[in-house]
């Protein structure tokens, strides 16, 4: 993925297909290069998008209905990874540009539940035709291309169909969970047993789970990712737990008492299997 979005697929394509040991070692050096690149890449352009949020913020009184955000300086293979950071970020749906080689501008469009994002560009372009170059993309994701002069008349007409579109929404964000597991219940069986019944999908989602946990060890792994050892609170035993791309939406690790929303898994490492919790939401327990 990093070679396609920063210089060409064809590098991973290649050394999947390899027949030469070292010819395929040569490659993934250089796939595992480009990802160094595209994470620092994604960093500087995540740090630069927060602060246009934060400006928009302040300056609108309140969130608006769509954060529509561009910076000369960014990289189109990337702007789709910061329109989802962004969105999770902010509960709001998110459209983030850069320029491409051709002196338009790439754009790629993330949502929430309830806004579908391609009917929201296809309003757009009904009521302004020509807006756009192209569109495309289904209810959660999109990708668009507008021409450097009409940046500006595009960010006005998105930001004019979203608010109509959202008017009245209640912008909580909410879970659905399918409840508490009671200690007895964190097993490796359970965790099997779901994985069975996938797969999951639009209208039939993973279960997801609820519960009041204390931290008994919080620490950093993969720069952002952010790695527990949880003790259910009417239990005894210690669970491992892993929320990831944690602190790119917090500034510090939870300790003490929390409330998770999270799924079973049964992680893999180094040939051991063991129980793990993928944490999709943390709170502190007042």
Not at 100 to 114: C, F, I, L, P, T
Not at 197 to 224: K, T
Not at 231 to 256: E, K, M, S, V, W
Request: net charge negative; charged share 25%; with cysteine.
């Amino acid at each position: 993925n990093a070679a396609g979005r920063l210089q060409d697929m064809s590098v991973g394509i290649e050394c999947l297909l390899s027949d030469d040991a070292d010819h395929a070692l040569s490659l993934a050096s250089q796939l595992d290069a480009l990802n160094h690149e595209r994470k620092a890449v994604e960093a500087s352009m995540q740090q630069d998008a927060i602060a246009i949020v934060e400006q928009l913020s302040l300056e609108d009184g309140e969130p608006p209905a769509i954060y529509c955000l561009a910076d000369s300086s960014w990289h189109e293979g990337v702007v789709g990874l910061v329109a989802s950071r962004i969105k999770e970020r902010t509960n709001r749906p998110v459209v983030a540009l850069a320029p491409d080689q051709e002196g338009n501008w790439k754009g790629s469009a993330r949502s929430v539940e309830g806004l579908h994002i391609r009917d929201l560009l296809a309003r757009v372009d009904a009521l302004h035709p020509g807006l756009m170059n192209k569109f495309g993309g289904h209810a959660m994701a999109a990708g668009l291309s507008v021409e450097d002069h009409k940046r500006e008349k595009f960010v006005s007409a998105v930001r004019d169909v979203a608010t109509q579109m959202t008017a009245g929404r209640d912008w909580s964000q909410v879970l659905w969970s399918d409840g508490r597991l009671a200690a007895e219940e964190f097993t490796m069986d359970l965790a099997e047993q779901l994985r069975q019944s996938s797969p999951w999908g639009q209208g039939f989602p993973e279960p997801l789970f609820d519960g009041e946990f204390e931290v008994m060890e919080a620490r950093v792994v993969g720069e952002i990712h952010a790695k527990f050892r949880l003790r259910p609170i009417d239990g005894q035993q210690r669970i491992d737990a892993i929320c990831f791309g944690y602190l790119q939406t917090h500034d510090h690790l939870p300790r003490g008492m929390i409330r998770a929303a999270y799924r079973l898994d049964n992680n893999e490492f180094r040939e051991r299997i063991n129980l793990q919790l993928l944490i999709q939401h943390i709170e502190p327990v007042d």
